[in-house]
């Protein structure tokens, strides 16, 4: 079971939209998360997608493939405080224990 | 409501001794989870408890390696003697697995061997 990120890290200004992309191996995959890593401290949970299609939450958008494997994380607007590294994150449906990928890194500048 | 705690929050030990990692979970939730993080790399599952089922130890990296947990909540993670790979953030989360399988992260143990 693998799940792959691009690393980045992805350099964008205050204000731009951003889109990161994740393709996971597993198709009987059932959950899907994004987590969010600061420098230093631990995963936060930003979203969890489990139907087809997109699913919106403030300046974050999740969307969720299931033909193509993969799921994707847009941010609008993005702040400073978004700087961070952001972790695709999937379950299958016959195991408890997810499968995360190595992340995405996201620096975004004044 | 508290959130995952885990203590402490640094550990230094010396190559050969013993060392025990604690975490608490939230309140309720029923699945407990070890993970590992070296320095600029990603998680790298190390066990996961599920209410009183037997634990997932397919993880553990050696037989060093052994975790616990107690009446269903506090769980200890027991390294023994410790090596210079085994330096990382070791981070505990919880789940509600009924609920959904949402991860909620403690704050995580940083080990340094030397």
């Known amino acids: 079971k693998e799940v792959e990120q691009d690393p980045g890290p992805f350099n964008v200004p205050e204000g731009a939209t951003v889109a990161f992309n994740c393709t996971y191996s597993?198709?009987?995959?059932?959950?899907f998360f994004w987590y969010r890593q600061y420098s230093g401290k631990s995963p936060e949970l930003i979203m969890f997608?489990?139907?087809?299609g997109d699913k919106e939450d403030g300046r974050f958008t999740a969307q969720l493939n299931r033909a193509s494997q993969y799921i994707s994380l847009l941010i609008r607007d993005s702040k400073l405080s978004d700087s961070a590294t952001y972790l695709c994150?999937?379950?299958?449906?016959?195991?408890?224990?997810?499968?995360f990928g190595r992340g995405t890194s996201l620096i975004v500048h004044p | 409501g508290a959130g995952v705690s885990q203590s402490p929050s640094n550990k230094v030990t010396e190559k050969g001794k013993d060392v025990e990692l604690r975490c608490d979970p939230i309140?309720?939730?029923?699945?407990l989870y070890w993970y590992r993080q070296s320095l600029g790399q990603g998680l790298e599952f190390l066990i996961y408890?599920?209410?009183?089922?037997?634990?997932?130890k397919s993880g553990l990296p050696s037989d060093r390696f052994s975790a616990e947990r107690t009446g269903g909540s506090v769980s200890t993670l027991t390294i023994q003697r410790t090596q210079q790979e085994d330096s990382a953030v070791y981070l505990c989360?919880?789940?509600?697995?009924?609920?959904?399988?949402?991860?909620?992260f403690g704050p995580g143990t940083r080990l340094t061997v030397l």
């Open positions: 994150v999937v379950n299958t449906g016959g195991s408890y224990i997810p499968t």
């Open positions: 989360a919880s789940s509600q697995v009924i609920g959904g399988n949402e991860q909620f």
């Open positions: 997608i489990y139907s087809n």
């Open positions: 597993d198709r009987g995959s059932q959950s």
């Open positions: 309140s309720g939730h029923t699945a």
């Open positions: 408890f599920q209410g009183n089922s037997a634990p997932d």
